[in-house]
C-alpha cells in the first residue's frame, strides 16, 4: 500500500521472518534499505522504498502477491519451484535452511513453503 501511495518508508512490526524477506527484497534489488528501531515491546523495520530514476515515481515492486496462508498452506518440492512472469520476478520461499528466493532453493535443493511473489 506504501508503494501504490509513493510514501518513500514503511514501518512493519518486526518479527524474524520479516527481516528475513526485507534482507531478501534488499538483496534482490527492490527496496533501498530497512532498519530496526528498537522500542522494548515489540521492534519496528523501516523499509525505505524504490523507485526507478526518472519523471515521476515509478515502483520498483510493481506486483506482490501472498501465497500460502494461514486457512492454506501452500508447498512444493524442488522440482516445482514456480518461476515468477518466466523468472523476471521472485518467489520467497520458507526452507529447512531458511526463507530464500526460488533460485537459491534450487541451489540448495531444498523445497518449502511458497510464501509469497515478487515481481
Keep these: 500500500n506504501a508503494n501504490s501511495a509513493k510514501h518513500d518508508s514503511v514501518d512493519v512490526p518486526a518479527s524474524n521472518i520479516k527481516k ?7 538483496d534482490e534489488g527492490y527496496i533501498k ?28 515492486i510493481t506486483g ?6 494461514p486457512g492454506l498452506r501452500i508447498y512444493t518440492d524442488v522440482e516445482n519451484i514456480p518461476k515468477v512472469m518466466k523468472g ?19 541451489k540448495a535443493n531444498v523445497g518449502g513453503e511458497v510464501l509469497a511473489f515478487v515481481w
Excluded at 48 to 60: E, I, M, N, T
Excluded at 89 to 96: D, E, R
Aim: no cysteine.
Design 20 to 26: 528475513s524477506i526485507a534482507q531478501i527484497l534488499l
Design 33 to 60: 534499505s530497512f532498519q530496526i528501531i528498537e522500542d522494548g515491546k515489540q521492534d519496528v523495520i523501516r523499509i525505505a522504498l524504490k523507485y526507478k530514476p526518472g519523471k515521476g515515481k515509478a515502483q520498483v
Design 64 to 69: 506482490l502477491r501472498r501465497v500460502s496462508k
Design 88 to 106: 523476471l520476478g521472485i518467489a520467497i520461499l520458507s526452507t529447512p535452511k531458511g526463507i530464500m528466493t526460488d533460485k537459491d532453493a534450487r
